[in-house]
């Protein structure tokens, strides 16, 4: 009995010790980890950035293409249409691309791999990540919007209208609206951006579940027609 506590003391240590080492990063580590994931997110806000700045400038065109009221309605609700179905289609595939970083990175903890990336855990699902890129692709707005509050400044006006004609458009339509309330609209690409996130990752391990599912169920298929054919109990060989 003795013997017995012995192995599962030593068993418990051996279980709770790579938990300890995994947590124990230097000063030096902890800094690389945080540049790493400050570059994942701007990598996975990059897109959407750019693609709100592309239906951005449509808006703006079309807004100030004609001064009828309806025309202008529609290219604002048309453009923020396409501006949300991009966000999310990339917090979707955000999220889905960072559940698969975490799955990978686990089975290479696992089999003992000692790389650097999959020590500091850089590029895995976390679900704070998708509103934190939602934000980051707002960020350029939020800057000029602040300076547009303090002063009226031609270029400002410019580039917030034709860059982020997402977020100006709307207030524009209506009128009369105070700067300050603008800001309002960087919760669009926030909640969008983060809630899309979060489903990625539920579709991808979805997906990854379906995949497994198939994958048992054909081997389950094969190791029965095997069995099947090498029937020496069958009547072919003249036996019930």
Not at 64 to 82: H, K, N, P
Not at 127 to 136: C, M, Y
Request: hydrophobic share 40%.
């Amino acid at each position: 009995m003795a013997e017995n506590n012995t192995e599962e003391i030593q068993e418990e240590k051996a279980e709770v010790k790579p938990e300890k080492v995994k947590e124990e990063l230097t000063s030096k580590q902890k800094n690389k980890k945080f540049w790493l994931e400050v570059v994942d997110l701007l990598r996975g806000a990059a897109f959407s950035f750019i693609v709100m700045c592309v239906f951005s400038s449509l808006i703006i065109v079309f807004m100030t293409y004609t001064d009828e009221f309806a025309v202008q309605l529609l290219a604002v609700v048309g453009g923020e249409a396409f501006v949300i179905g991009s966000l999310v289609v990339f917090g979707r595939s955000n999220g889905a691309e960072a559940y698969k970083v975490s799955v990978s990175n686990e089975v290479k903890r696992k089999a003992g791999i000692a790389d650097e990336k999959v020590l500091l855990r850089t590029g895995e699902y976390a679900p704070w990540k998708g509103f934190v890129i939602g934000l980051i692709s707002s960020v350029p707005f939020i800057i000029m919007q602040t300076i547009d509050c303090f002063g009226d400044f031609d270029i400002i006006d410019f580039l917030i209208s034709y860059a982020c004609g997402w977020a100006s458009a709307p207030f524009d339509l209506i009128g009369n609206i105070p700067d300050p309330y603008y800001f309002f609209m960087v919760l669009l690409p926030v909640a969008v951006s983060g809630g899309f996130y979060i489903y990625g990752k539920s579709w991808e391990r979805k997906r990854q579940q379906k995949i497994k599912r198939a994958e048992d169920d054909r081997r389950k298929g094969k190791k029965k027609h095997y069995y099947e054919e090498n029937d020496y109990g069958n009547k072919k060989n003249g036996r019930k």
